[in-house]
């Protein structure tokens, strides 16, 4: 039989169709932004070139604002809902109108680290177009102090319950008719709902109405949420871009600037009424009153504290694997639908490295033998039912291949050492 690590390299290699790498066969035909960055941290264990490849694939599509999109439609195929036709955003190659989670700046570390001096240049190069990326972010994103959001899909977390209180503000109801093409790969009791489609839809269709002007979408537009995901990623990718900046010898003061901001504006998405961070939406004001995988992405961010380490063991003790991705005492779980209650192996790789930084080491080891736990269950799916380990969504998933790669393996060894 072969090897995990063998069948982990060879989903990366086949979901790669030349600089860049498909999320999965099927369901996923394009480049998606943060699945990328994981893919490039995967290809790093065994093939550095191929790994800045990936990421230089990501950042020629940024946009002349600094914006780099969720997804990138290298070639056409009818077999995904909504395509490029229905974005419509004029860029060559065609591009979504939005962003995604900005992993990318913390994982070019990560890959730097492990080889300095072959990734120097390569390094040297992609730097300055991350830097306009978090400028973007910085200038655009986080006027109202946090990071905020403009269409669900952006957090990388599409349905989470976080983001229910804004959904309920955008009219679906005229968007026409569309086939969903999801859910004819994917069973769809584990996909979002027709009525978050509509919206989401909707949502697009305001993007394309105003020519994508993403300012104007921040001040106009149907959704607008404090996303405490990406707060804290982005918070964290500042840290580490500056990192990579003063390795280069580059004044980094711009970028010390931006997450000096950010971590000022952080009580501002604190829920007291929660104890835990919370999404908000920046319309109303309102919190979500939702624990999601996303507060606990603070300890990426050195933003833990005693009482989102009781919540944090709270909702892990309620379910049998990995962190849930909403919390399974709320009403809206549900253990297999996408991000409403599933375990997704790559938020857990992301909260282990915040776990490890704030000297939770055993937790970090937990959640690591939890996940190649599954994994070794039942391949390389893209999330799981934290109760049971069903595996759920599309299977041979690239960013769930690089994860056992590069983390997830060494929880094997752990178990087989604890036995
Ligand atoms: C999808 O098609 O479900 C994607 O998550 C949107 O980016």
């Known amino acids: 039989m072969t090897s995990l690590d063998d069948q982990a390299r060879s989903i990366l290699r086949q979901n790669d169709r030349g600089g860049y790498t498909v999320p999965t066969h ?99 190069a992609l730097y300055p177009k991350l830097v306009k990326w978090h400028r973007w972010w910085h200038e655009v994103r986080c006027t109202h102090g946090v990071a905020a959001i403009t269409h669900p899909w952006e957090s990388g977390r599409d349905n989470c319950p976080d983001w229910d209180i804004g959904m309920a503000g955008v009219d679906g109801s005229s968007v026409g008719e569309y086939t969903r093409r999801d859910t004819g ?37 149907p959704f607008l949420m404090a996303d405490p995901g990406i707060t804290f990623i982005l918070l964290r990718a500042h840290e580490d871009l500056a990192a990579l900046g003063r390795a280069l010898g580059e004044d980094v003061s711009e970028i010390d600037g931006w997450s000096t901001a950010l971590r000022a504006a952080l009580p501002s998405i604190w829920n007291p009424a929660l104890g835990a961070y919370d999404a908000k939406n920046l319309r109303s004001g309102e919190f979500a009153g939702v624990l999601g995988s996303g507060a606990f992405l603070a300890y990426l961010a050195g933003a833990g504290n005693p009482q989102l380490d009781a919540q944090l063991m709270r909702v892990w003790d309620a379910v049998r694997y990995g962190i849930p991705s909403a919390d399974p005492e709320g009403a809206f779980f549900e253990p297999r639908r996408y991000w409403r209650g599933p375990c997704w192996p790559v938020v857990n790789a992301l909260m282990a490295i915040g776990l490890v930084d704030s000297g939770h080491t055993d937790l970090a080891n937990r959640l690591r033998r939890e996940t190649a736990e599954l994994l070794e269950k039942h391949g390389f799916w893209e999330y799981f039912d934290p109760t049971d380990a069903t595996p759920c969504g599309g299977a041979r998933f690239t960013w769930t291949a690089a994860i056992w790669l590069t983390w997830a393996k060494e929880g094997r060894e752990q178990a087989k050492g604890a036995a």
């Open 26 to 124: 099927g369901l996923y035909p394009y480049q998606w932004n943060w699945d990328s960055a994981f893919a490039a941290w995967g290809f790093s264990t065994f093939d550095l070139p191929r790994a800045w490849d990936e990421l230089d694939t990501l950042m020629a599509s940024q946009w002349d604002n600094g914006m780099v999109p969720h997804i990138i439609f290298h070639k056409t195929d009818p077999d995904y809902f909504p395509g490029p036709d229905v974005w419509s955003t004029g860029q060559t190659p065609p591009t979504s109108g939005i962003s995604q989670p900005p992993v990318t700046a913390t994982i070019a570390r990560l890959v730097w680290e492990g080889a300095p001096d072959e990734s120097h240049a390569r390094m040297a």
């Open 185 to 221: 790969h994917v069973n769809p009791s584990m996909r979002p709902q027709k009525e978050e489609y509509d919206r989401y839809i909707a949502m697009v269709q305001f993007g394309v109405k105003v020519g994508w002007d993403t300012a104007r979408i921040v001040d106009d537009g």
